[in-house]
């Protein structure tokens, strides 16, 4: 079974603070990761990718990446009330389709509930 | 504007009554898939299509059928519904396989109770 492991919290940061998330998945041969924002009761939203070892920043959000380690982390610097939301890490496993066609399912994981104090 | 629409966004039932949830999004995206999603268990794949007429089963086939006629449509048929079908559904699009693409679009979701 390829599996995508997270804590699910809470994890609770203060207004302003650097919100660290983890994520380490267990299939080796994964190439692709991905972090999903999702709000209470809406439908996850792509924030992140990240295909290579090391850093990606875009504005607020880094994605890290370590695939000796199979970890992928997520850091929100200045985090906002408006960032409470869970997080889902994904990571691409497990071949699909042939040819040009051809690529990873995406194996979710349960998701970090993170919530961000004033 | 682009997106993925489903419908209905809440239906209640019982068990044994067929049900289809519909599942359209208007971005001639090739890749579709649904996903349900419970506490404690996140979201997990039923059945995803790579184009018109090729659909394959996810994690979780058990209970649910797909069709795929048309690129724009992809709906989730539920023959006979159990109560552990109760579940929150998303609909999921992209250009390409989700796992190697940047773009994956998300419906609203259905909230499905079987009773």
């Known amino acids: 079974q390829k599996e995508v492991e997270q804590n699910s919290g809470p994890l609770s940061v203060p207004e302003g603070a650097i919100a660290s998330l983890n994520c380490t998945y267990s299939?080796?041969?994964?190439?692709?990761f991905f972090w999903y924002r999702q709000y209470s009761g809406k439908s996850p939203e792509l924030i992140m990718s990240?295909?290579?070892?090391g850093d990606k920043e875009d504005g607020r959000f880094t994605a890290q990446l370590n695939k000796a380690s199979q970890y992928v982390s997520l850091l929100i610097r200045d985090s906002q009330p408006s960032d409470s939301a869970t997080y889902l890490c994904?990571?691409?496993?497990?071949?699909?389709?042939?040819?040009?066609?051809?690529?990873?399912?995406?194996?979710f994981g349960k998701g970090t509930s993170l919530l961000v104090t004033p | 504007e682009a997106q993925v629409t489903q419908n209905p966004r809440y239906l209640i039932t019982v068990t044994g009554k067929k049900l289809t949830v519909t599942c359209s999004q208007n971005?001639?995206?090739?890749?579709m898939s649904w996903y349900r999603q419970d506490p404690g268990l996140g979201l997990r794949q039923i059945y995803y299509?790579?184009?018109?007429?090729?659909?394959d089963k996810g994690d979780v086939p058990e209970g649910y059928k797909v069709s795929r006629k048309e690129k724009r449509n992809f709906p989730l048929i539920l023959e006979s519904p159990s109560p552990n079908q109760t579940s929150l559904y998303f609909c999921?699009?992209?250009?390409?396989?989700?796992?190697?693409?940047?773009?994956?679009?998300f419906g609203p979701g259905t909230r499905l109770t079987v009773l």
């Open positions: 994904a990571a691409g496993t497990g071949q699909v389709g042939s040819g040009p066609n051809s690529g990873y399912a995406l194996n």
């Open positions: 299509s790579m184009n018109v007429e090729v659909t």
């Open positions: 990240i295909y290579s070892n």
């Open positions: 999921a699009s992209s250009p390409r396989l989700p796992g190697i693409t940047d773009t994956q679009y």
């Open positions: 971005m001639n995206h090739e890749y």
């Open positions: 299939d080796r041969g994964s190439q692709s």
